[in-house]
């Protein structure tokens, strides 16, 4: 089965200062990776999903990116952050097959 | 694309109680239906999943129900227990796209003792 590292787990960053957040799984080889936020209140939106390493495939227009350097490392980037980037930002990945989908811990970030 | 809409937003119910969260979702192609349930500062755990094959599934206290004419499934959890409040979110998912699952906003779930 697979393990899903996110740090930090908590994040406070001014407005316009650079983001990194890093997602690690440990298991399977070559896993689907997704990124998912969750604003105050809201259920989870996908940022971000990749099949492989550099392949990343983005759901929605923002002002984030992601990388996937290693087959099992995803992180997720800004260059400036928004007021509007604030939330709990979700590291996924099938525990075998496609499915079920499982998270990891989450990173709470908050701009201020 | 899928939609997928959840009711209610906050439920209360009395420890014993049956709980209900019903979900409708838009794309008849969807074949894949989980629940996850979040707690506090965590992220969300799988805690049960229906295939579109299936009308209805059991694991002890919870069960979910598919009706894909009308296209929504439901999530019933009986015998409710305080450790049951948390936020729970139902999702769907077209399983030839792997794992994109849409989310409902979720339900607030509070089992009072």
């Known amino acids: 089965s697979q393990t899903i590292h996110q740090w930090p787990a908590t994040l406070v960053q001014p407005v316009g200062s650079p983001l990194s957040l890093e997602c690690t799984v440990e298991?399977?080889?070559?896993?689907?990776l997704y990124w998912y936020r969750q604003a105050a209140g809201r259920g989870l939106q996908l940022l971000f999903y990749?099949?492989?390493?550099?392949?990343i495939s983005s759901e929605v227009p923002q002002n984030l990116s992601a990388s996937r350097p290693q087959d099992r490392q995803f992180i997720l980037s800004s260059k400036k952050l928004l007021l509007s980037d604030s939330g709990f930002y979700l590291c996924?990945?099938?525990?075998?097959?496609?499915?079920?989908?499982?998270f990891g811990n989450g990173t709470r970030l908050t701009v201020t | 694309g899928e939609n997928v809409e959840q009711h209610p937003s906050t439920l209360s119910v009395q420890e014993g109680d049956s709980a209900v969260i019903k979900c409708t979702y838009s794309?008849?192609?969807?074949?894949?239906f989980p629940w996850y349930k979040q707690e506090l500062g965590k992220g969300p755990q799988l805690i049960i999943d229906?295939?579109?094959?299936?009308g209805e599934k059991k694991d002890q206290r919870i069960a979910v129900t598919l009706n894909k004419t009308a296209k929504h499934f439901s999530l019933h959890i009986t015998e409710t227990q305080p450790e049951d409040s948390a936020v729970y979110f139902c999702?769907?998912?077209?399983?030839?796209?792997?794992?994109?699952?849409?989310f409902g906003a979720g339900t607030i779930l509070r089992v009072k003792s």
């Open positions: 996924a990945c099938p525990n075998t097959g496609p499915e079920p989908l499982h």
């Open positions: 298991g399977t080889s070559n896993p689907n």
């Open positions: 990749s099949v492989g390493i550099g392949q």
């Open positions: 794309d008849s192609a969807s074949n894949y």
């Open positions: 229906i295939r579109s094959n299936v």
């Open positions: 999702a769907a998912s077209i399983r030839e796209y792997g794992n994109k699952l849409v």
